[in-house]
């Protein structure tokens, strides 16, 4: 396992060293290289989330979270065709639900308002944290059995 992590990071350490090209006509131009990997950006916390459908823009959002914090998100909720609320975003695939042991909800939030593309931003009492590319929103909710819904919402205008 030691060897296999010490020839990634040499390979990750030689692509990163090699980032000019040649062009056709021979002369040196620059490539831009991927500020990070859409594909490792989250990680799911069962077998049974839906997360392959979420379009690029959800998945750059999902890493610029991971980039911000340092970790990765763990994707607790994704695509629910048969979501109960009618206007969700679950059922197109447009939101995600994270949790992120170890991280304070507040740095997560604010990664996630930071990021490019970034509509709703849900807060619940159980940890859980609600990312969409939907409208610019922001609420928290704390179910029935803690007194019904605590928080504001608030208007694109204010987030």
Known sequence: MRNIFTIALACLLTVSTLATAYAKDGRPRKVKLPAYSR???YTVQTVSVRTGCFSPKLEGILAHIAMKTGRRPLVTSGHRP????????????????????GVPESRI??????APG???IGRYCNGIIHVDIGPRRQWVHCGRSRGGILAKRRSARRV
């Open 39 to 41: 594909s490792t950006a």
């Open 82 to 101: 048969h979501a109960s609320r009618r206007g969700s975003l679950h059922r197109n695939c447009q939101a995600a639900d994270i949790r992120m042991p």
């Open 109 to 114: 939030i604010a990664a996630a308002k930071s």
């Open 118 to 120: 970034i509509g709703g």
